[in-house]
């Protein structure tokens, strides 16, 4: 099956500090990817897609100067969390699509960020 | 209202009972439907995918009432292991982009 990775599973910071995500798909190309957030007993929140080669959509009231995406090859898109804040601290996770016209998303294991 | 609705539970249950999950969406103009499995501090992972005919995968069956905008998800002879979080999956209103919009979730403990 399609496999995503995601790198550091875990993140301490300190706030004011940016922290970089990368997501990869390992044994398909992606051309889109998924990020999401989730607060404890939350749903995952989708936060933007990202397009390889192409600016990312962001959803509505997500700061697109402060999670930088970039999608720079078909396998791997990075979120970086620019001046994190402790209410930044969250699981980020990543999905990723295999064929363009198909709903099913393979997703990453999740990063747990906590900023201090 | 949300645009995934589902009951939060917790459901608790013993062993071999028989639970189902409800969920209700918003958008009439939704197309693909899913169940997700979420373990605590996990990635969600696809249980299985909502048909219009309904669909069975060994224990679990999913039904798909489009008229009531109605998803079900049904565990019969629940074991131990299916103890998670339930997330009713449901394709976002901008089909373009093929995004998904997560429900937030049932929680099921299945009690020995």
């Known amino acids: 099956g399609a496999v995503v990775s995601q790198h550091p599973s875990w993140v301490i910071c300190k706030s004011g500090t940016s922290v970089k995500i990368e997501c990869r798909s390992l044994d398909f190309q992606a051309t889109t990817m998924f990020w999401y957030r989730q607060f404890p007993k939350q749903s995952l929140m989708l936060m933007a897609t990202?397009?390889?080669?192409?600016?990312?959509?962001?959803e509505q009231g997500v700061e697109k100067d402060k999670f930088l995406i970039n999608h720079a090859s078909l396998t791997l898109s990075t979120l970086t969390v620019t001046s994190a804040h402790p209410e930044d601290s969250s699981f980020y996770i990543c999905?990723?699509?295999?064929?363009?016209?198909?709903?099913?998303?393979?997703f990453g294991p999740g990063t747990r960020l906590t900023v201090t | 209202r949300k645009e995934v609705e589902q009951d939060p539970g917790p459901f608790n249950v013993p062993e071999g009972a028989t639970v189902a999950f409800n969920c209700t969406y918003s958008?009439?103009?939704?197309?693909?439907f899913f169940w997700y499995r979420q373990d605590c501090r996990k990635e969600p992972k696809l249980l299985m995918s909502?048909?219009?005919s309904g669909n069975e995968d060994g224990r679990f069956t999913a039904q798909l009432n489009r008229a009531s905008q109605y998803i079900s998800l049904l565990i019969r002879d629940s074991k131990l292991s299916d103890s998670a979080t339930y997330l009713c999956v449901v394709n976002a209103r901008d089909t373009g982009r093929r995004a998904l919009t997560f429900g937030s979730g049932t929680r099921l403990q299945v009690q020995p």
């Open positions: 909502v048909y219009s």
């Open positions: 990202s397009n390889e080669g192409s600016k990312a959509t962001y």
């Open positions: 958008n009439s103009a939704s197309q693909s």
């Open positions: 999905s990723a699509r295999d064929r363009p016209t198909s709903y099913e998303q393979y």
